[in-house]
């Protein structure tokens, strides 16, 4: 009786440690990537909702004259890029349902990124090391941001650091291209005929002209836990902001609009102007020079909990 006794421990034992360990290797693998070396910890990355790849980033974009997109209208916001001789836009509208599209041209190229729950659209360098890197949404979200996934490594990226924080790149930095915020009708009479603009033809039936967020940009909720917060704003307050030689600083629009013209200020050594455009409303950084900076337009609450220690600017 003993023995059996003994043997019933025994296997009531192993088993537990099963489970244990099914448990612990399910808590490090969400959407089927691997968090056992995240450089933060796994319990902060959080499943979004789809699957990975669920929102399907745009691989292979087509783009046509303005001419030919007849969906958008004259206040509809834009994500725009200037490469070599030309201008291409990628409408929110599209990005809201994709969130990336990886845009090949020639030998090199752009990811465009976007996180509707941040509001940030950014643009990056996609090689790294010497390798052309394609990415796709991963599901999963850090901070409430956009977590992408580089498809050659599995890597895990956070969009708005810019920084891989998990998988066999984990802390590499991607380089930041500067975009800006633009409405349709400003873009086209900026650039010409020097512009592109992302089709609807992506490839996927949606509805471009609803936002699956609804009123999202204007609430004051947040969808998911954030590690970082201040009430000092409203949480969708949009700001301009720029990290540079380990300094932050932050540009709430409310404060460009009293200041009344482009603001010439400093961070981390580096002399800068803001300028500010009400009818958008966006805000762009150049140097002294006039040379673009690749800053962030964001909701404020989704600035601060990645930059705590942000210094932000107040009009005179």
Not at 127 to 137: K, M, N, S
Not at 153 to 162: A, D, F, K, R, V
Not at 198 to 227: A, C, K, N, Q, W
Not at 287 to 315: C, K, L, M, N, S
Request: contains cysteine.
């Amino acid at each position: 009786m003993a023995v059996l006794m003994g043997c019933r421990s025994l296997v009531v034992g192993l088993f537990a440690l099963m489970v244990l360990g099914t448990h612990s290797a399910l808590a490090q693998s969400k959407n089927g990537f691997d968090l056992s070396r995240a450089l933060i910890p796994a319990a902060d990355i959080l499943h979004g909702g789809p699957p990975r790849d669920g929102i399907p980033a745009i691989d292979q974009p087509r783009f046509v004259d303005p001419e030919a997109a007849r969906l958008w209208r004259p206040d509809d916001l834009m994500l725009t890029l200037e490469l070599g001789e030309h201008s291409f836009a990628y409408p929110i509208g599209i990005l809201n349902w994709h969130e990336i599209v990886n845009h090949r041209v020639g030998e090199s190229g752009v990811l465009i990124t976007f996180c509707p729950l941040c509001g940030t659209g950014i643009g990056f360098d996609p090689v790294v090391e010497d390798r052309y890197l394609t990415f796709g949404v991963s599901g999963l979200l850090y901070n409430s941001d956009l977590l992408m996934y580089d498809r050659q490594t599995e890597s895990l990226w956070s969009q708005i650091e810019g920084r891989a924080i998990a998988g066999p790149l984990a802390g590499t930095l991607l380089t930041r291209v500067a975009v800006r915020h633009e409405l349709w009708r400003g873009w086209q009479q900026r650039v010409g005929d020097r512009g592109q603009v992302l089709s609807t033809d992506t490839g996927h039936r949606r509805d471009y002209r609803r936002s699956p967020y609804g009123d999202y940009d204007h609430s004051e909720r947040i969808f998911f836990p954030v590690t970082h917060s201040s009430r000092r704003f409203h949480p969708k307050t949009w700001v301009l902001g720029w990290t540079h030689q380990g300094e932050s600083k932050a540009w709430p629009f409310p404060e460009l609009a009293k200041a009344g013209g482009p603001v010439r200020d400093r961070v981390g050594g580096q002399e800068v102007l803001v300028h500010y455009d009400a009818d958008v409303p966006s805000a762009s950084l150049t140097t002294a020079a006039g040379e673009p900076v690749a800053a962030i337009r964001a909701f404020w609450f989704a600035w601060y909990t990645f930059h705590p220690d942000t210094a932000v600017f107040q009009a005179p």
